[in-house]
């Protein structure tokens, strides 16, 4: 191939994608304030308690408008080849996120373990002190774990209205997983226990609170979901429900290890 | 897809291996044999993980490539753990 034809090439095939988004800054000062809005929420101030909702809502609006943003991504192969063939590049996505999100739970599963062994491991006792809301939200989470698969199953033999119930009651039994910490939570801020109380508080209270933050983060895609399901999506392409699935049950996996480490050992 | 009997069974077993796991604390045997018992509750937990992982995320289905994918991030945070919690034994 002559220089000017590769040059003609390249001038045809370049610049078709869109690199820029100004949403991630967004989410990021949505974050930012959100953040320092929960760090004085409980002095009461309104100043706080402000930031916490302004933040929280550029953070949302932020998050739409990235997820409704049309850009045009790199075709061909690039996802879809050695090691990944045969796997779709979305799912290989997801696939990268949660690996990402092993080493975050890495981090602070992994900062509990060592503070714990520099403690002396078997002077330390759990935090809670009945392991029961622990065992509970297991069974909880377990079994929305299956209903997500309950939905899969109901797209497949085209059951529109199965697919909303077992997203519905996924949905149910998230909220019911967060009501059962919600009430541990206050049980144990009441008896004086809180994130800053000591280091062992700082470490249940941050390691679960994150999970808890992916289970909040979760039962927003399932509304999402049960909207899209009520309108007959899925029927044809159940895709989305397998990916949300993947995620779903990652977050029932990192419980697995939470519940044993800060309920029972 | 697999059954959904296959499904149904692992949801049970794995609803089972965790009343075990309190089961165990609620026998004693954190108070009369810790590391037996911490080693038993620690290998259910991860036997619980790779049924999940195996079967509701259909890892055993799908190309190796992407179980080693997740099990390099595993292997990651593992290692600093185990290492940073050695380096102050």
């Given at each position: ?30 974050v ?8 004085g929420?409980?002095?009461g ?10 933040g ?13 943003q049309r ?12 090691p ?6 979305m ?48 069974y ?87 909207y ?26 990192v ?11 | ?12 077993a794995?609803?089972i ?44 289905y ?8 997740i099990?390099?991030g595993l ?15």
């Open positions: 191939m002559g220089v000017k034809q590769f040059m003609k090439n390249e001038q045809k095939t370049q610049h078709i994608e869109t690199h820029a988004s100004i949403w991630p800054l967004f989410i990021s000062i949505g930012l304030i959100f953040l320092l809005g929960l760090s929420i409980n002095t101030s309104t100043l706080y308690s402000s930031l916490f909702v302004i929280l809502l550029i953070f949302s609006i932020s998050m739409i408008g990235f997820g409704a850009f045009q991504g790199p075709e061909g192969p690039f996802g879809e080849s050695w990944f063939q045969g796997v779709e590049n799912k290989t996505g997801v696939w990268l996120f949660l690996a990402s999100d092993v080493v975050l739970f890495g981090a602070f599963i992994g900062s509990a373990i060592f503070i714990r062994v520099a403690y002396g491991w078997t002077s330390w006792t759990p935090v809670p002190d009945d392991v029961l809301p622990g065992l509970i939200n297991t909880l989470l377990l079994t929305s774990s299956f209903t997500v698969i309950l939905a899969l199953v109901a797209t497949e033999k085209k059951n529109r209205y199965g697919a909303v119930a077992a997203l519905t009651t996924t949905f149910l039994l998230g909220v019911g997983f967060l009501m059962n910490k919600g009430i541990e939570w206050n049980h144990l801020y009441h008896q004086g226990l809180w994130l800053s109380t000591n280091v062992k508080t700082s470490t249940f209270f941050l390691t679960t609170g994150l999970h808890g933050a992916h289970v909040i983060g979760g039962l927003v895609i399932t509304l999402w979901l049960i899209r399901a009520w309108n007959g999506a899925y029927l044809e392409d159940n895709r989305t429900i397998e990916y949300f699935g993947l995620y779903w049950h990652f977050v029932d996996i419980w697995l290890f939470l519940f044993p480490l800060f309920y029972i050992l | 897809m697999v059954s959904l009997k296959l499904y149904t069974f692992i949801y049970v794995l609803f291996s965790a009343t075990v796991q309190v089961l165990i604390e609620f026998a004693g045997w954190l108070e009369t044999m810790y590391w037996f018992a911490f080693w038993l509750i620690i290998i259910l937990s991860f036997i619980k993980a790779l049924l999940v992982a195996g079967y509701f995320q259909h890892l055993r799908e190309p190796a490539s992407l179980s080693y994918l099990l390099t292997g990651a945070a593992l290692a600093l753990t185990l290492a940073a919690s050695y380096s102050i034994q």
